[in-house]
């Protein structure tokens, strides 16, 4: 009985000092890879990743600061293949079905294709409209599905079709999203979110518009930008190609490839990117982009209302991974 004694009081010596040891290499290990540190600059870069919280931080980081411009960097990723709906608000498809119509019968199914982040009380809820007429509702679970109702009119009649994601929640054990790809209608008419939506975040008043004319990261985030009241003008979308590996590399790749082929002037470049994420993205550009040009870094807070939250302890380990690798292979990519 002793020794059982003496066994427990170990167990419990050994789980107290690993807590008091795990906590401060954490936080230290946390403060170096979200590194922050603003270089004198007039350029902003914006990681176009970053969901949509951080986007508009950016946003207010370029309006409250003398930058000249804000370039968006990114992949043409599949998670762009569904469009994200992460605050509640509509989803309209403008389909344009004058050129499909051919002997119409008036008789019509017509089927949104989407999914929610999670099943059971995470679910989903969307009203689905015709021509600002509500005309069904749907709780969208985990798996993909097509949510659809009949429409008994001729095709030419419609204008717009409209999904509208009413119950966004997060709590601590999960966070509530919509993903829409298509419109399908007939089963033969496919109409992607892409270059045929336009999001209208919140109210539909046209306040938080993001038309969906895009086919990266890069160019999504532009679009956010305009929403939050940036000058077009300003904001300049530089794409990378789709890759599934090396993505932030992709992505530096390509906006040096821009920044040698614009006579833009550059005196200093701040990168924006989230948390644990900004040490290895700035190792990144200082290598990539060389000398020339003083380069900074702005490290965003993590939200916790958002769907890149993972342990702590395996983001640090996964950013850790990635500066030894991106050490490694930097050696062999030439400036």
């Not at 999904?163 to 997060?170: C, S, T, V």
């Not at 920044?259 to 700035?282: A, C, E, Q």
């Not at 060389?290 to 993972?310: A, H, M, Q, R, W």
Request: aromatic share 12%.
């Amino acid at each position: 009985m002793f020794r059982k004694k003496i066994s427990i009081i170990l167990i419990v010596v050994v789980i107290v000092s690993g807590y008091f040891v795990y906590h401060p290499v954490l936080r230290s290990t946390e403060a170096f890879l979200s590194k922050t540190q603003k270089v004198k600059a007039n350029i902003l870069v914006v990681e176009g990743w970053l969901p949509q919280y951080a986007v508009k931080m950016a946003a207010k980081e370029f309006l409250n600061n003398q930058y000249d411009l804000i370039i968006t960097t990114g992949i043409n990723s599949a998670d762009l293949d569904y469009c994200t709906i992460s605050s509640n608000g509509y989803l309209i498809f403008y389909p344009h079905l004058k050129s499909f119509i051919n002997n119409d019968s008036g008789h019509h199914t017509i089927e949104v294709v989407a999914h929610s982040k999670m099943n059971g009380k995470y679910q989903a809820h969307f009203n689905f409209f015709v021509n600002d007429s509500l005309v069904n509702d749907f709780n969208a679970d985990k798996r993909e599905r097509k949510y659809g109702i009949k429409w008994e009119r001729p095709l030419k009649d419609i204008d717009s079709v409209m999904i509208q994601f009413d119950n966004d929640l997060w709590d601590k054990d999960g966070d509530r999203n919509l993903y829409v790809k298509e419109i399908v209608i007939d089963n033969k008419i496919v109409i992607p979110y892409q270059l045929n939506s336009e999001l209208d975040i919140g109210l539909l008043d046209g306040k938080e518009r993001i038309v969906n004319n895009f086919n990266s990261n890069a160019e999504l985030c532009r679009n956010r930008l305009i929403a939050y009241g940036i000058d077009s003008n300003l904001v300049i979308a530089v794409p990378a190609k789709r890759v599934i590996i090396n993505r932030t590399l992709t992505s530096v790749l390509a906006f040096r490839n821009w920044l040698n082929s614009t006579d833009k002037s550059v005196t200093g470049i701040n990168i924006i990117t989230l948390g644990d994420h900004s040490r290895r993205s700035w190792i990144i550009y200082k290598k990539i982009m060389g000398k020339p040009y003083e380069i900074g870094v702005i490290s965003l807070p993590k939200d916790e209302n958002n769907e890149f939250k993972k342990p702590k302890i395996l983001s640090a380990l996964y950013e850790v991974i990635g500066i030894i690798y991106y050490i490694i292979i930097l050696n062999y990519i030439s400036t």
